[in-house]
């Protein structure tokens, strides 16, 4: 299983970034995945996820200004983010949970809100 994130990088306040994750290695349509944010000094925190149920979770920190979507043909996980605050500033890594339970994660990109 390989995650790899593209997308991140400097952007102004209430400015908008495109996050991808191209998967290999997983029978994509039915995992479980999403993104997940750590900023310095804190905890890695789940920001969006597909469930196995077939649902979509948000932080409530990001619901309404950011999206998860993904392209089953190519394998690709989105995270669309709006109206980006300071505060949204963290590097961003794609998770997937594995049959087994294992999780998986990207190397990270790195999101700068600043002016």
């Known amino acids: 299983v390989q995650l790899v994130e593209s997308g991140g990088g400097l952007v102004q306040p209430g400015g908008s970034l495109r996050l991808s994750c191209a998967a290999s290695?997983?029978?994509?349509?039915?995992?479980?995945m999403g993104w997940y944010r750590q900023a310095p000094g804190r905890q890695r925190e789940s920001v969006a996820a597909?469930?196995?149920?077939?649902?979509?979770y948000y932080a409530s920190s990001v619901k309404g200004r950011f999206t998860i979507s993904r392209d089953n043909v190519k394998n690709t996980l989105y995270l669309q983010m709006k109206s980006l605050e300071p505060e949204d500033t963290a590097v961003y890594y794609c998770?997937?949970?594995?049959?087994?339970?294992?999780?998986?994660w990207g190397q990270g990109t790195q999101v700068t809100v600043s002016s």
């Open positions: 290695g997983i029978i994509f349509s039915l995992n479980d």
């Open positions: 998770h997937y949970v594995g049959p087994t339970g294992y999780d998986y």
């Open positions: 597909f469930t196995s149920d077939g649902n979509t």
